[in-house]
Nanobody, 123 residues
Framework: VQLQAFGGGLVQTGGSLRLSCGASGRTFSSAVMGWFRQAPGKEREFVAA????????WSADSVKGRFTISRDNAKNTVYLQMNSLKPEDTAVYYC?????????????????WGQGTLVTVSS
C-alpha cells in the first residue's frame, strides 16, 4: 500500500481543514487506517484511527469533538476533518495503514506511511 497525504496549509485559530490520504493497492479496503502528527521537537502522536469498514473510529482525547476521521473505500481515500483548530494542532500530519484488522494508537504497529502534510495554525 502506498499512501499520499495532502490538504495541509495555513489556517487561523478556529478555522477548519480537511486532510485527505489517497492509497494505491487493492488491500486498502481491508486496512485499518490512522492519522498521526508530529510537532517540531516532539514525538509522533496518535490522532485518530478508523476500522476497515469505517464503522468504528477512535480519536485521541486532544482532538475528540473537533476532528473526524472517515473513509471512502470506493475512492481508496481516508479523510481527517479538522474543525476548531488551535495553535497546538500545528504539526506534520501523517496517514498510516496496518493490515491487521485492529485499530491501534501505537505508531510502530502501522506498516505503511504517507509522506506527511504540514498543518500550521496561527494564533
Amino acid at each position: 500500500v502506498q499512501l499520499q497525504a495532502f490538504g495541509g496549509g495555513l489556517v487561523q485559530t478556529g478555522g477548519s481543514l480537511r486532510l485527505s490520504c489517497g492509497a494505491s493497492g487493492r488491500t486498502f479496503s481491508s486496512a485499518v487506517m490512522g492519522w498521526f502528527r508530529q510537532a517540531p521537537g516532539k514525538e509522533r502522536e496518535f490522532v485518530a484511527a478508523i476500522s476497515s469498514s469505517g464503522v468504528s473510529t477512535w480519536s485521541a482525547d486532544s482532538v475528540k469533538g473537533r476532528f473526524t476521521i472517515s473513509r471512502d473505500n470506493a475512492k481508496n481515500t481516508v479523510y481527517l476533518q479538522m474543525n476548531s483548530l488551535k495553535p497546538e494542532d500545528t504539526a506534520v500530519y501523517y496517514c498510516a495503514a496496518r493490515n491487521i484488522p485492529v485499530m491501534s494508537s501505537t505508531a510502530s504497529l502501522y506498516v505503511y506511511w504517507g509522506q506527511g502534510t504540514l498543518v500550521t495554525v496561527s494564533s
